[in-house]
Structure formats: structure tokens, C-alpha cells
């Protein structure tokens, strides 16, 4: 089985976040592998113990994702390729980054491409099924289970809380929801394993495409932090007067009435 | 010069560190009011290969640095001080003495399991008579034939309730100018004559498992010697070096906890109109505890590498587990006042933080026996 895992590296939205013009500042931010791609990784490697073959993760992004591809490779994943777009692309978007793996994946005879259902950061949940869709593949997304039997797959997805049970075939792209597995730590052995895998770093000249085909179909007008949450407000009184309030206060003031 | 940790080492930190806050943080309180061994983090640890870190591969170990090592350390005691320190002590005092000193069939029997994670062994240094003079050894060993029997007292055994075996000091015999001839001996667990009690009401450090055991004609076969017969006493000096790194490591977790404790507190804590991180005597608090954290964890950094390298380290190991435990009391001292009364509360761990932390100036060499040996190097 040749299963390709695609991971990007974010920041820790459970850390501390701060924007200055415009931007997200990534001095004091943690970095991680994208929480659901690490549901991702987990399942790939757990499918390639049970049926044999592959698992290469593949990240879009800068030198710094080599951090994310070696801990994948700790956990248990074979190859790593970092395609770094640093020089080449200044704003990509979802666009942008399915275009590249799409690129890169088309000759590879993947059986099972595994993504995240989102990337905690922009949280579009496109790059899969855009990857999926350039690659003429059929997809899934946010699945909690998946059994492979010969070339049949039995798939559990989420569908906002409830469950729905899919049968598709190989090969396929789908991405991981919450749930689907528990991903493990690195262990040491596996950390040290690491150095000695594969990581192989790309550029776009190396995958035939030029900077304007890769270009963003979308324009980032403003990055801002939602706005403080106000302490709360306790009403009191009569219980008809408070009812009374509380209408003019939605309509005055949260204005959503 | 570089102050760069390796990738592997960064991948290790952030690894230990998820792991700690998962399987280790969350039960630290509970552990600490109980003063329960968190038997289940042990064996999760041995399975993601950290019991085994500073031992090479062909012993079941990971391979690691000596870095690695107090780096795990650090994680784990900024979780919880008790399951830190059982966590160095099975490594440095458990593990380690048969590492650099044992035969070939040692390592396979005792060290193998140890470093994989299947088994905890203790190191049995101390007695009610014999602390920091550890020359005071009153527990003995006489060769019986193809035997050892040994009649003694330990104290304050680190996780000896869950010890495969015990290396023992013992004298054994009495130099030309009178003083005693102390040896080591790997002594089994449950060997008959072995008596391990564990209820002693710690202070600190819970979490951790404390004994004493008493040694009644224990007979164990003259193989079990660790090492050299004569230099029991400088194979012990040696492994406490090491383990002082160690010791140091934990110290600059809990004082890590402390600071990053006392400064997320000090922003949230409003009084006269604003957050008291405002007010510039708690300000000067926090950045001397940064500065001294900074300071610690260098000083372990740099006595870890030192060992790394085949280097002398006993003298930075010394400072550095000096230094470090007392900026951990410090901190976790200062993390109470910044927090005021409700640094006084168990509920907010500050309070447990100082407890932990007063252990690290004691065991493993009293702040003072450390001024002695960096007195010592220097010349004194
Ligand atoms: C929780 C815990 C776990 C422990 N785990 C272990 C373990 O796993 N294995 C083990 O062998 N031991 C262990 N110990 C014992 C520990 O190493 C000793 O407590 C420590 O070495 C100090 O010895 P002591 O308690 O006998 O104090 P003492 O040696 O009696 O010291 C009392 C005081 O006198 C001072 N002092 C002593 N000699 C001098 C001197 N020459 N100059 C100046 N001051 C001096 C000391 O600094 C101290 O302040 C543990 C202790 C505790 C509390
Ligand atoms: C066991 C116990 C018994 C108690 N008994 C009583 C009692 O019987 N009756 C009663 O009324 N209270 C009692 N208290 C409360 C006690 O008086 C308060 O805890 C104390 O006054 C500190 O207030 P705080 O805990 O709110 O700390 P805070 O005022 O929040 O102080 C937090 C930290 O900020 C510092 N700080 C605050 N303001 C400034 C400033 N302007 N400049 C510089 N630093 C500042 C403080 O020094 C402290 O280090 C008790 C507390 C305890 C723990």
C-alpha cells in the first residue's frame, strides 16, 4: 500500500496569539504539526503495519516544516518530502497548496492519500478534496473510521455529530476528523530512527511549475483577533421588566434582533 | 560556541513535554495528597524508551545524550516534582552505577530491563548514621564462601517499594590506616532477609517512593559485587556526580513551573486597578526568576555536555545542582508571595512547588556538601 500523508506546520492556537500589521507574529508562537494531520500520520502508519507498503508525508511550506516532517517520521512514517515554496510563493492560499501537491502526487501511483480535515490555522478544510479533485481522485472527508478490505474501503464519517457509513474503493483521498484514532508520541527509539529516514526537499522548478500557475485565486484583506470578550451582565427586577431589557438590549445593542 | 539544542533533542523536549502534561500533570495534586506512585506514567515512559535514554542501544537504551536526559528530566519535574525525582533517581541511581561499572552479565541481567523500562532499581547509599559522611557505612557484607551476607540499615531509598533490586554499599573491609573498605552490591528485592518499608510522611516529592530497608543475613552470591571490591567509595562519588546533573534538571523544572505559574497569575490578578504584573516589585520578582532559571538550566546544560564529552563535569555538576535547587526553592517561594493567599492554597500547586523543591537541597548531597565539593576543585 502506497499511502501518502499530507501535514502542515501551524501554530499552536491554544497558545498565546498576537497580531501586529496585519500579520500573525510567529516570534513567540509555538509551532506543532497540525493537530488533525497528526490523526492523519497516526492512521497511515497504522494501516501500513497492517497491510505492508509506504507511508511518505508530504508538507508545503519552509525549512522550518522539517521539524514536523522528522517528528512524523519519529512517530513511524517511512519518507518525508518538504516542498519549500519560500522564494517562490510570497501569499498562497488553499489554491495554491493543492495545486503544488496535486503536482507532485500525480505520478506517484498513491493508493490512500490521507490529509487533515482542517488546518487549525486558516481552517478552510480545501486542501484535501482540492487535491483530491486535481487528481480526478474520489474523496471523503472528516472520517472517524476506515476499514481496507483488498481494494474496497468501509468508511464511518462524521456529518456534524452523526455518523454515516460509506463504501468506496482504492485509491482514495480522505481526510481525518477528531476520533479516528489517538495518535502516539515519538517515542525515542523512534525520534533517533528519524535522523537516518529520508527527507527530500523540492522547490517548484523541480516539479515543472511556474510561479504564476501556483498563483492565489484569493486575496487576504485583513487578519484580526476577535474582539474581547466584555464581562457579563447580570439583569434584575421584576421578571417582566428584565424580559422587557433584555429585548431593547438585543435590539439596541447586540443589535441581532 | 552553540546553544542550539539538536533537532532530536527539540523533538525529545517537545515530546516529553506533551507527555508530561497529559500523563503526569494532571494527577500531580492527587499523587501529592496521597503520596501514590504513578506506576502507569512508568510504564508509558519505559515504553517511549525514557528510562532507557543515557544507555546505548545494545543495553535496551535509546542512545541518548546526557542533554537528552536532563532535558527529559526537566519536563517531567516541571509536571510533577515526585514522579521527577523517582524518574532521575531510577535513571541516574538506579540504572547508571551498573552501566559504568558492571560486568558483561550484569548489564544483560539487571541493566537490560532497567534501561527498556520493564523493571526500577534503587541505589541504598544512605543510613540513620550515615548521610553526607557516607564513610560512616555501618551496614556489612562478609564473604561466606561463594556468598555475601549482608546485615545493615538504609533510609530514604528512592522507589525502592518497586525496585527489581537494590545496589547496596556495604563495608567490607578495613584499609591499612583504618578506615573501611566500602563495596556495592547488587542486592535482589526479594531476596530473603530484605525487609522494605515505605511509610515514610514526606514533606515533598509525594509522588515519589521513599524507603527504608533493613538487611538481616541476606545472602547474595559474591557475582552480585558491583565493580571493584576496593573502590566501592569512588564508584559512588562518581555516580553521585551524575547524578547531581539530574538532580539539577528537576530543579530547574519545578522552577520553571513556579515562574511560568506566578507570571500567568500576576497578569490576571487585578488589585488597586490593575494587574499587579504592572507593579514594578512584582516585576523585579519575576525577572529575577527568569534570570535565575536561565542561569540554572545553562549551568545543567553545560555539566550534561561537559559528561557528553568525556570531559571532568564533577565540579559544573556540583554548581549546577547547587544553584539549581536553591533558585527552585526560591522561585517557588516567590511564586507563593506573588500569588498571596492563594498561593498558600494546595489548589493552586505553588505552595507543593516549595515542598518539592526543599528535597533537591538535600538529597543527593546537602547544598553545603556541594560548597565542599566545589571548594574542593577549587583548590581548598
Ligand atoms: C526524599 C528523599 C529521597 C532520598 N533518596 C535516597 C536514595 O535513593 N538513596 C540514598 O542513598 N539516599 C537517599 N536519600 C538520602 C539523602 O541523600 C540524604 O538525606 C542526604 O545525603 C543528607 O544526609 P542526612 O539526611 O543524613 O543529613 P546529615 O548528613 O546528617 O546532614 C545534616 C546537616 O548537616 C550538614 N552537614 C553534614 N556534614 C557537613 C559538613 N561536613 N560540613 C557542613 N555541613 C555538613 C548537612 O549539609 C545538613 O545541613 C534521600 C533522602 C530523601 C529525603
Ligand atoms: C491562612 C490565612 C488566614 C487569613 N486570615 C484572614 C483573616 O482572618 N481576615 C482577613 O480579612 N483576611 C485573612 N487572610 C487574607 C490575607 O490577609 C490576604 O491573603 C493578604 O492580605 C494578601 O491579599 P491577597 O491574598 O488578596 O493577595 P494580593 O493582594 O492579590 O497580592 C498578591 C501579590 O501582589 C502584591 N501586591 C499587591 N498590591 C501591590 C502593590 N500595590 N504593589 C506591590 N505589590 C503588590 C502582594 O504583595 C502579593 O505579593 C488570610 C489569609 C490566609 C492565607
Partial sequence: MNIYVLLKRTFDTEEKISVANGQIQEDGAEFIINPYDEYAVEEAIQIRDDKGGEVTVVSVGNEEAEKQLRTALAMGADKAVLINTEDDVENGDQYTTAKILAEFLKDKEADLIIAGNVAIDGGSGQVGPRVADLLGMPYVTTITEIKIEGESVHIVRDVEGDSEKIETKLPLLVTAQQGLNDPRYPSLPGIMKAKKKPLDELELDDLDLDEDEVEAKTETIAVFLPPKKEAGRILEGELSDQVQELVNLLHSEAKVI | ?380
Avoid at chain 2, 497578569?267 to 504592572?278: A, C, T
Avoid at chain 2, 539549581?324 to 505552595?351: C, L, P
Wanted: hydrophobic fraction near 40%.
Fill in chain 2, 1 to 380: 560556541m552553540n546553544f542550539e539544542l539538536t533537532k532530536e533533542q527539540q523533538m525529545l523536549k517537545d515530546m516529553v513535554r506533551s507527555f508530561a502534561e497529559k500523563e503526569i500533570k494532571p494527577y500531580a495534586q492527587e499523587l501529592d495528597k496521597t503520596s501514590g506512585f504513578n506506576e502507569q506514567a512508568f510504564k508509558k515512559m519505559g515504553e517511549l524508551g525514557l528510562l532507557g535514554i543515557p544507555f546505548p542501544e545494545e543495553y535496551g537504551g535509546s542512545g541518548g545524550d546526557t542533554v537528552s536526559y536532563a532535558i527529559a528530566v526537566e519536563e517531567i519535574g516541571k509536571a510533577c516534582g515526585g514522579t521527577g525525582l523517582s524518574y532521575a533517581a531510577a535513571i541516574s541511581l538506579g540504572a547508571s552505577p551498573i552501566f559504568y561499572f558492571g560486568t558483561e552479565e550484569q548489564k544483560q541481567e539487571w541493566l537490560v530491563p532497567m534501561a527498556k523500562g520493564e523493571t526500577l532499581g534503587s541505589f541504598g547509599l544512605t543510613e540513620p548514621n550515615a548521610g553526607s559522611d557516607a564513610g560512616g557505612t555501618r551496614t556489612k557484607a562478609v564473604l561466606d564462601g561463594d556468598e555475601y551476607v549482608i546485615n545493615g540499615e538504609k533510609c530514604w531509598i528512592t522507589n525502592a517499594g518497586f525496585a527489581r533490586q537494590i545496589i547496596v554499599t556495604a563495608v567490607t573491609g578495613k584499609k591499612d590506616n583504618g578506615r573501611s573498605i566500602i563495596s556495592a552490591i547488587i542486592v535482589p528485592a526479594d531476596a530473603p532477609g530484605v525487609t522494605i518499608s515505605c511509610n515514610y510522611d514526606k514533606m515533598g516529592v509525594r509522588a515519589s517512593n521513599t524507603c527504608e530497608i533493613v538487611l538481616e543475613n541476606v545472602r547474595v552470591p559474591k557475582e552480585n559485587l558491583l565493580g571493584d571490591s576496593q573502590k566501592g567509595f569512588s564508584q559512588f562519588l562518581y555516580t553521585l556526580d551524575g547524578g547531581r546533573i539530574s538532580i539539577a534538571a528537576l530543579a530547574v523544572g519545578i522552577a520553571q513551573a513556579a515562574l511560568e505559574k506566578a507570571l500567568q497569575y500576576a497578569k490576571e490578578r487585578v488589585q488597586f486597578g490593575q494587574s499587579i504584573s504592572k507593579f514594578q516589585a512584582i516585576q523585579f520578582k519575576l525577572a529575577d526568576m527568569a534570570t535565575e532559571v536561565e542561569l540554572a538550566r545553562n549551568l545543567v546544560h553545560k555539566s550534561a555536555w561537559l559528561k557528553d564529552q568525556g570531559k571532568p563535569f564533577g565540579k559544573e555538576a556540583a554548581m549546577a545542582k547547587l544553584f539549581a535547587s536553591e533558585t527552585s526553592f526560591r522561585a517557588s517561594n516567590q511564586a507563593i508571595q506573588i500569588h498571596g493567599g492563594y498561593g498558600y492554597m494546595k489548589e493552586y500547586d505553588v505552595e507543593r512547588f516549595l515542598r518539592d523543591a526543599k528535597l533537591l537541597e538535600i538529597g543527593e548531597g546537602t547544598s553545603e556538601i556541594q560548597r565542599l565539593v566545589i571548594a574542593r576543585h577549587l583548590g581548598c
